[in-house]
């Protein structure tokens, strides 16, 4: 069946420092959906990627979307203490599923 | 804005009780969706209701049921709820079905 991983599944980032998580599918993708869940919150839609090589910005978050569609990265500069949570990815086959999480902690 | 509502954020129950857990979604969406979220396990999709009456089992619907009477409101049944039902339990819906899904807070069950 489909699967999507993520990798790393935790990671301690130094606030200030740059950091990126990935994400790798069993299959190719429609599209891919990064989610944000922060500590006792629920997960909130950041961004999808559609097209093959697709790269979307916003502002300190840089989404890429693989050349095959089957893999996905987000990178995080500079980071910031709001920056900690879980991030999500969730790809597209012919349903939606959601890879496990990449938890991020902060350290000030 | 939308909003996705659950009736409870945290919910006690026995084992073998019966458990209504409800959603509703103010955005006229026709998808919604449950989801229960474990430790490691990340989001596991339970049901999905793409109108109203009409549902398909997602990943792990083993012991669950669902009921959509109404565009608004999806709730999720446990007809004799176990103790390894215990967990964050999350509603979404979503305009399109595969895209962009808007979550509700969650419920956090726990079954003694």
């Known amino acids: 069946g489909q699967q999507v991983m993520q990798i790393p599944q935790y990671q301690h980032v130094q606030e200030g420092e740059d950091f990126t998580t990935y994400c790798n599918s069993s299959?190719?993708?429609?599209?891919i959906q990064w989610y944000k869940q922060r500590p006792g919150g629920h997960p909130v839609f950041l961004i999808q990627?559609?097209?093959?090589?697709e790269v979307k910005k916003q502002k300190r978050l840089t989404f890429q979307f693989g050349e095959a569609k089957k893999n996905s990265s987000l990178h995080i500069t500079a980071t910031q203490t709001t920056d900690v949570g879980t991030y999500f990815c969730?790809?597209?086959?012919?349903?939606?599923?959601f890879g496990k999480g990449n938890q991020v902690v902060v350290i000030p | 804005d939308v909003k996705v509502t659950q009736s409870s954020r945290y919910l006690v129950k026995r084992t073998g009780e019966k458990v209504f857990l409800e959603c509703v979604q103010d955005?006229?969406?026709?998808?919604m969706f449950w989801y229960r979220q474990d430790p490691g396990l990340g989001l596991r999709l339970i049901y999905f209701?793409?109108?109203?009456?009409?549902?398909e089992k997602g990943d792990i619907p083993e012991g669950y049921s669902v009921s959509r009477e109404k565009k608004e409101r999806f709730s999720l049944i446990l007809e004799s709820a176990s103790t390894n039902q215990t967990s964050m339990y999350l509603c979404a819906s979503s305009l399109f079905r595969w895209n962009e899904q808007f979550f509700g807070p969650g419920t956090r069950l726990t079954v003694l």
């Open positions: 990627l559609v097209k093959s090589g």
């Open positions: 299959t190719t993708l429609s599209n």
């Open positions: 969730a790809g597209r086959d012919n349903r939606l599923a």
């Open positions: 955005m006229d969406h026709e998808n």
């Open positions: 209701s793409y109108d109203v009456k009409m549902k």
